[in-house]
């Protein structure tokens, strides 16, 4: 399966933003998603989990509340909405998919699609 993500920018603090991931190649309710982010001179660092097929989601504590995940299996696409951005929000997001169950490590993750800038920044 190949990934793409999209829907990143710059965006003040306490604004919104949606990531889009679309998949090709496979059907998309094949995987489990997980959304990670890395910034500068930081390691990646996992932010989101979600299920294939059974609705469980997973956050990283800095973000609950805040992002939502979802999935539209329909269109082969998942989101993150992303809610009251900060500055440490900011970095390059990712998602990735795997068979199996949750894990936040990113080795455990079969394919990635290229990031997608993220700046929270007045």
């Known amino acids: 399966v190949q990934l793409q993500a999209s829907g990143g920018g710059l965006v003040q603090p306490g604004g919104s933003l949606r990531l889009s991931c679309a998949a090709s190649g496979a059907p998309l309710d094949y995987y489990a998603i997980g959304w990670f982010r890395q910034a500068p001179g930081k390691e990646r660092e996992w932010v989101s989990y979600?299920?294939?097929?059974?609705?469980?989601?997973k956050y990283v504590d800095s973000v609950k509340g805040r992002f939502t995940a979802s999935r539209d299996n329909t269109k082969n696409t998942l989101y993150l909405q992303m809610n009251s951005l900060k500055p440490e929000d900011t970095a390059a997001y990712f998602c990735?998919?795997?068979?199996?169950?949750?894990?936040?490590?990113?080795?455990?993750?079969?394919?990635w699609g290229q990031g997608t800038q993220v700046t929270v920044s007045s």
């Open positions: 979600i299920s294939s097929s059974d609705g469980i989601k």
């Open positions: 990735a998919a795997r068979y199996g169950v949750f894990t936040f490590r990113p080795v455990q993750y079969d394919y």
